[in-house]
């Protein structure tokens, strides 16, 4: 399998070129990020690199998701964006190109999130609504969107179980908006250091609580992920496709 990587000089995408030294059935056919750099073998033009690639990874910016998945439509690739922060356009450009390609989106490409996901759609569902839900995640000081695509996703899992919409039940993490609405989703945000990503979900009820969460050390678990499920992309049928389709845990709210 042969794979592009788009953001090749930011954080991931580095990972991702680490990681490929211990996946040789996986070959780089290109980088690409915004400025050129050949000691690096670094590109700026997508559509020279796409030819005769089976998978496009895409970690680079929101601006540019759109344009990077029209790309991808053109040369017939298959597309992993994991890039977070991704407004309306780029939500639309995702499924107008799922008609064409595979197309995987994802928050949080490690595996280990992405059991944590399902596991908070069920505990939503089992638990009464009268459980209080905080989601509460930090990432390092860097980090410019807030909360976080995968806190945003633990909230629409959470959501999901108890077969409501996410937008309704949405809290602001904004100071001085207590008390928290009956049934409402709170967010807390850190950023400090150089914090890898750390996610707890807290369900709170009378007299007991449960806490799920989810702490990286590593980058190099989400480069992993990445390169898993472009794997698992590869080849596939045009649709759109999540995390929890890669490792078959998918279940119904």
Partial sequence: MRVVIVGAAGRMGCAIREALAHRPEIQLAGAIDREADASRG???????????????????????????????VRHGVAALVGTTGLGDEAARAATEASSRIPVLVAANT?????????????????LPADFDIEITEGHHRHKKDAPSGTALALGRAAADGRGL????????????????????????VI???????DHDVLFAGEGE????????????????????????????APGRYQMVDVLGLKTSA
């Fill in 165 to 188: 919409s996410f937008e309704a039940v949405r809290g602001s993490t904004r100071e001085g908006e207590a008390p928290r609405r009956a049934g409402e989703i709170g967010f807390s």
């Fill in 42 to 72: 670094i590109s700026t033009d997508l559509d020279s690199v796409l030819r005769g690639a089976d998978v496009m990874i895409d970690f680079s910016s929101p601006s540019s998701t759109a344009a990077n998945l029209a790309a991808c």
């Fill in 209 to 236: 609580r449960i806490t799920l969460g989810h702490q990286a050390t590593d980058r190099a678990i989400f480069a992993r992920g990445a390169l898993k499920a472009a794997s698992w992309l590869s080849g596939r």
């Fill in 191 to 197: 950023r400090a250091g150089d914090l890898v990503g």
């Fill in 110 to 126: 490690s595996l280990g999130v992405t059991l944590l996901i399902e596991l908070v759609r069920q505990a939503a569902k089992a």
